[in-house]
């Protein structure tokens, strides 16, 4: 049974400069700064600059599927509102909007925790006297601290993000401007020989870049979760999405250049502090320990973003009566959702213990076989089922935008590693278990009427 329409409401106190900022911030994070050399590390030297280009093709391809359901359907928690449309909402678009949900207990917290991983990285850089185990207590405690920081009402947080934002954008900046004098066309240009034999290793090697490239790139539907806290959503949306893409791709391309035009792409494979040993190298030290703790700021100001944003999706799906009751609690003063918080709060602590690599390859597999896959094959079922639907924003091109994006998710995970496809796997079919003995307890689909 939903929860009753009575009580504590989202307040919209959003708007186009917050939601693109907290979009941004999402996006860049500390991503790039931690994946660049795995990147590189994929096809083994530069021409894994690709992997930019195609992920930002997939991304913006399904920043429009997401742009024009967002922007249809403005409601906090995003696809499980997206896939219960386009499914039914009392036969498998219950199933799929809860496993959307389910999926979300398990993937926020890894993206929360490879954050905190990096956080933990470069904070050895300012601290190099810190052992293995000390990293492992400091990531693990990060998600706890963002707890309590998120712990407040939204209005407050959306003047944070700003500010948070201008900290991400500063050091991207930093970076690109620095190398602007030094960009060289033949470090760039520097291919091992073979680079690009078109060989199956040269497809599973792009397909691996492009899954960091993704994980880089991933942020820009973050604004869907909190569309009921954005104000005119159906013009909102789908200009932070775009417009965020479009700033965060740029900048993703002008940043590795800078490094490796810098640094010796095999250098890079070896650096944990990618971005200080390339402002050091330009600098001096002293440069290259404030470059440090600026991304700090970003790593926190990316898991900060991140954490705001999913907190919502369980507190939606359990006020619509799909999920568990008690993540439908706001709280009193606040009106916001503290159960949903602080539950992925810890485990995001929990998942911080784990290693970089697997973090974001169980991350990606996760998301793209429960969420992505399933919504993007649903946006076109809306638009059979409901072609009279409001649609304050329509999708660009259609249908090749969509199709690109569906082909695009088969691409990244026919590339995964194993490990990371067992694992989602496992989340779907734990997940779907789950469901099935609560549906047939309650008597919902496919059990309805039995």
């Not at 933990?120 to 706890?144: C, E, K, M, N, Q």
């Not at 213990?353 to 697997?358: H, K, P, Q, Y």
């Not at 169980?362 to 649609?391: D, E, H």
């Not at 690109?404 to 995970?413: E, F, I, M, Q």
Request: with cysteine; hydrophobic share 55%.
């Amino acid at each position: 049974m939903a929860a009753s329409s009575e009580g504590p409401k989202l307040r919209r106190e959003l708007g186009l400069v917050q939601a693109t900022a907290l979009a941004i911030t999402d996006m860049v994070g500390i991503g790039p700064y931690i994946t660049i050399p795995l990147f590189l590390a994929t096809m083994g030297g530069p021409q894994a600059m690709l992997g930019w280009l195609v992920g930002a093709a997939l991304a913006f391809c399904d920043g429009l599927v997401w742009a024009e359901l967002g922007a249809a359907m403005p409601k906090a928690g995003g696809s499980y509102h997206y896939l219960r449309a386009a499914y039914g909402p009392l036969s498998a678009g219950r199933w799929l909007s809860f496993l959307m949900v389910w999926q979300i207990i398990f993937s926020a917290p890894l993206s929360v925790a490879s954050g905190s991983i990096g956080f933990a990285d470069y904070l050895h850089y300012l601290l190099p006297g810190l052992t293995s185990w000390d990293l492992r207590v400091i990531a693990a405690a990060f998600p706890l601290l963002l707890v309590v920081l998120l712990y407040r009402r939204v209005g407050v947080i959306g003047k944070i993000s700003v500010v948070l934002a201008i900290g991400v954008l500063l050091g991207c900046l930093w970076i690109i401007v620095a190398g602007a004098p030094h960009l060289s066309a033949a470090r760039l240009l520097a291919f091992p020989p073979h680079a690009f034999r078109l060989r199956w290793i040269f497809w599973a090697g792009l397909g691996h870049a492009t899954l960091y490239a993704l994980y880089d790139y991933f942020g820009y539907y973050n604004v869907c979760y909190l569309a009921e806290e954005i104000r005119n959503p159906g013009w909102v949306i789908p200009r932070a999405i775009m417009g965020s893409i479009i700033v965060v791709g740029a900048l993703y391309i002008m940043m590795t250049s800078s490094f490796i035009s810098v640094v010796p792409w095999h250098r890079l494979l070896q650096s944990k502090f990618i971005a200080a040993t390339y402002i050091q190298a330009l600098q001096g030290a002293a440069a290259g320990k404030v470059m440090t703790v600026l991304l700090l700021w970003i790593a926190f100001s990316s898991a900060f973003s991140l954490l705001l944003g999913y907190s919502r999706i369980p507190y939606t799906a359990a006020e619509d009566g799909n999920f568990f009751r008690v993540f439908a609690k706001l709280h009193p003063e606040g009106q916001f959702p503290h159960v949903s918080l602080v539950t992925l709060g810890i485990i995001a602590a929990v998942f911080s213990l784990g290693n970089l690599s697997e973090v974001i390859g169980s991350l990606i597999a996760v998301r793209v076989l429960i969420q992505y896959l399933p919504q993007t094959i649903g946006f076109f079922l809306l638009r059979v089922r409901a072609p009279k639907m409001n649609r304050p924003f329509r999708m660009w091109f259609y249908p090749v935008p969509g199709v690109v994006s569906l082909l695009g998710w088969l691409y990244v995970l026919g590339t995964a590693a194993r490990r990371s496809l067992f694992f989602a796997a496992a989340v779907l079919v734990i997940g779907s278990a789950a469901y099935a003995f609560r549906a047939r307890k309650r008597g919902e689909w496919p059990w309805e009427g039995r």
